[in-house]
């Protein structure tokens, strides 16, 4: 399994932007399908955002369209989502996933310890 660390979250007004960062381990990271999802307390793990190895292909959930943007970096092993817009409800801790294609928390099989963000109004 890939090694994965978040980074980048805290605490930011409505109508606000983060950019979370997630470092990956391991040589064959150009390979990896990365992917972001977010829970909020007492709510399920949901899917935010996926990218596919060469960046040429994206998904993102229709609550986050047109406001969040991921992209990656490969020579830096690195996956980010740019959070625009931020809305409370996007309140959550957020995860990073590897190895994996889908929109389910168990289409991926390595993950992140997670980053928080709060959206204050």
């Known amino acids: 399994q890939v090694q994965l660390v978040e980074s980048g979250g805290g605490l930011v007004q409505a109508g606000g932007s983060l950019r979370l960062s997630c470092a990956a381990s391991?040589?064959?990271?150009?390979?990896?399908?990365m992917g972001w999802f977010r829970q909020a307390p007492g709510k399920e793990r949901e899917f935010v955002a996926v990218?596919?190895?060469?960046?040429?292909?994206?998904l993102y959930a229709d609550s986050v369209k047109g406001r969040f943007t991921i992209s990656r970096a490969s020579a830096k092993n690195t996956v980010f989502l740019q959070l625009n817009s931020l809305k409370p409800e996007d309140t959550a801790a957020y995860y990073c996933?590897?190895?994996?294609?889908?929109?389910?928390?168990?289409?991926?099989?390595?993950w992140g310890q997670g980053t928080q963000v709060t959206v204050s109004s």
């Open positions: 391991g040589r064959t990271f150009s390979s990896y399908n």
């Open positions: 990218i596919n190895w060469s960046g040429g292909n994206t």
């Open positions: 996933a590897a190895e994996g294609w889908g929109r389910t928390p168990s289409d991926f099989r390595s």
